[in-house]
Structures are given as C-alpha cells and as structure tokens.
C-alpha cells in the first residue's frame, strides 16, 4: 500500500468519527474503558475535539510522513502500536476523557527522528533534541494556552510524554535488534 493512500484513508475516518453519534462510541473515556469497552483504547486516538483539532493534526501526521518518508507498514505500525501505547497509558492518569491524535504524533516523530539519528543521519539528532526540549518544555511549564484555545480543550501533555517516551524506546529497540543481528549474521 502506498504511504499517502494510507495517510488518506486515516484521515477520512478520523473526519467520520467526528460525526457526535459515531465520536460517542469511540472517543477515549476512562470509565467506559474500566466496563470493558477496550476499542476505545486505540479510536479515542483518532477522535477530535472540533475540526481545528482534526485538522491540526491530520496537517501534522501529513508532514511528518513527508519528512521521514516511511513505507506504508512501517507507518502503520507505529501508528497503532503508538495509539495503543499512548491510550493505555492514559489509563494510569487521572484524565476522564481524552481525545485527539498529538501523543502519537509526538511517538512517530521521536522514533524516525531517532533511527535517522541512530543511523548516522547526524542532522537528525536536533530533532530529537527538538522533540525531547518540546515534551521537557510542556511538562515543567504546561501545555500552550493557545492551542487550548484552538481545540477548545485541554491539551494532553501526559499523552505527549507517553508518545514521546514510546517512540524513543521503540527507536532503541529497533536500533539494537539491527545491530544484533549483524553481530549474529552467519559468516560464509
């Protein structure tokens, strides 16, 4: 599957599960989760609080496939492994309600800026740095009031530290198993 098809098909359910009738059965809400309605673990991630919201985000994950220029499976595995990661950590904070794509982002930003890094792609290594100073930055000061304004909400800066703390292990993970690898390569 091509990347941008992938990307469209993502951001056209997102856009349906903006539909209120549809967004009630989805969204990321810790009590229903606790009765047994697990799904929400991973679609609260691709539910929005308004279209500013949506939008903000879809631009993001758009870019970001752009700049690192994944292959579709790669992509799409850390995409749901991220929402999954990010939305049951959530679970663990005192949050009722959750909604929006950010903390994965900020997971599949950290994991290509870090096996580009990991790689010898030095420029990469500013955005981990970038990345690391952005999440520090949101957890010692809080999140932007601005963008609280624009998605009329507030804004999870725990699912942005669960994100961004996936995406760099995963990196790590991914790092060490290709190195391990070609230190056990059979010799001919």
């Known amino acids: 599957m091509n990347r941008y ?3 469209t098909i993502i951001t056209v359910i997102s856009a349906i599960l903006q ?5 009630a059965t989805v969204i990321w809400h810790a009590t229903l989760i606790e009765q047994g309605e697990w799904w929400r673990i991973l679609t609260g991630n691709f ?4 279209v500013t919201h949506l939008i903000m985000n879809m631009a993001a994950l758009w870019i970001i496939t752009y700049l690192f220029r994944p292959t579709a499976s790669s992509l799409l595995f850390i995409l749901i492994s991220s929402a999954i990661f990010v939305g049951g950590s959530l679970l663990f904070d005192n949050l009722t309600i959750y909604a929006g794509l950010s903390g994965v982002l900020h997971s599949i930003f950290a994991y290509y800026a870090l096996c580009e890094a990991l790689s010898g792609r030095r420029s990469s290594w500013l955005l ?3 990345v ?3 999440i520090a930055y949101e957890q010692w000061f809080g999140p932007s009031s601005s963008t609280a304004a624009l998605i ?3 804004v999870a800066i725990e699912a942005h ?4 703390v996936f995406g760099t292990t995963c990196a790590i ?7 391990w690898s070609l230190i056990n390569k059979p010799r001919k």
């Open 5 to 7: 098809l992938l990307l």
């Open 19 to 23: 539909l209120p009738q549809i967004q």
């Open 47 to 50: 539910t929005h609080t308004n």
């Open 128 to 130: 981990v740095i970038g």
């Open 132 to 134: 690391i100073a952005k």
């Open 152 to 154: 009329e909400a507030n």
């Open 161 to 164: 530290l669960a994100g961004g």
């Open 173 to 179: 993970l991914v790092n060490l198993s290709r190195k």
